[in-house]
T-cell receptor, first 113, second 114 residues
Framework: EAQVTQNPRYLITVTGKKLTVTCSQN?????MSWYRQDPGLGLRQIYY???????DKGDVPEGYKVSRKEKRNFPLILESPSPNQTSLYFC????????????FGPGTRLTVT | AQSVSQHNHHVILSEAASLELGCNYS??????LFWYVQYPGQHLQLLLK??????LVKGIKGFEAEFIKSKFSFNLRKPSVQWSDTAEYFC????????????FGKGTHLIIQP
């Protein structure tokens, strides 16, 4: 089954404790992206990747890192999480960057206390 | 940079009512337009998309949208809503085939009362 998977689905952590949210897709998509969803703000793009070893900042990259060492994986790293990073995070992938349908993962609800 | 405006943040309708959700974008060139739906507790799914051709686009579950270039709009419509249409709806734009993906609106939370 074609899908985007994220782990963990739920995470409660404390300020400053490094964490990684994994994202994996099995569709051989070149493009992958991370979004955060906050009430009243919709989806905002954090980082995206056009292909392996190619990443770029989205609209809200501060406090986040990403890497794209393999085509199928695009982990999101929070080196020192803060409470303002409490949010719902979605990973998405599409065949290529640009006007292609994006397939979304199930989301990761992160709470930073 | 392009932006997307969804005018209605919360909409409450009764079953069988007609629906129209507004979406406007700010980009003067070629655009590719999408509507996504997020049912409670689920991830986003594509409802429909417009790339070119017939400006009236039909999607899944009886939804349609009309691209009006002169108004920079891509409104979502459904003639008769059902309780199961309760969800959050997002309009998204890709400007000019740009490689950086989609810009999303803030979403419209639709509640259908039985």
């Amino acid at each position: 089954e074609a899908q985007v998977t994220q782990n963990p689905r739920y995470l409660i952590t404390v300020t400053g404790k490094k964490l990684t949210v994994t994202c994996s897709q099995n569709m051989n998509h070149e493009y992958m992206s991370w979004y955060r969803q906050d009430p009243g703000l919709g989806l905002r793009q954090i980082y995206y990747s056009m292909n392996v070893e190619v990443t770029d900042k989205g609209d809200v990259p501060e406090g986040y890192k990403v890497s794209r060492k393999e085509k199928r994986n695009f982990p999101l790293i929070l080196e020192s999480p803060s409470p303002n990073q409490t949010s719902l995070y979605f990973c998405a992938s599409s065949l290529k960057g640009g006007p292609y349908e994006q397939y979304f993962g199930p989301g990761t609800r992160l709470t930073v206390t | 940079a392009q932006s997307v405006s969804q005018h209605n943040h919360h909409v409450i309708l009764s079953e069988a009512a007609s629906l129209e959700l507004g979406c406007n974008y700010s980009y003067g060139g070629t655009v590719n337009l999408f509507w996504y739906v997020q049912y409670p507790g689920q991830h986003l799914q594509l409802l429909l998309k417009y790339f070119s051709g017939d400006p009236l686009v039909k999607g899944i579950k009886g939804f349609e949208a009309e691209f009006i270039k002169s108004k920079f709009s891509f409104n979502l419509r459904k003639p008769s809503v059902q309780w199961s249409d309760t969800a959050e709806y997002f309009c998204a734009v890709n400007a000019g085939g740009g490689a950086d993906g989609l810009t999303f609106g803030k979403g419209t939370h639709l509640i259908i009362q039985p």
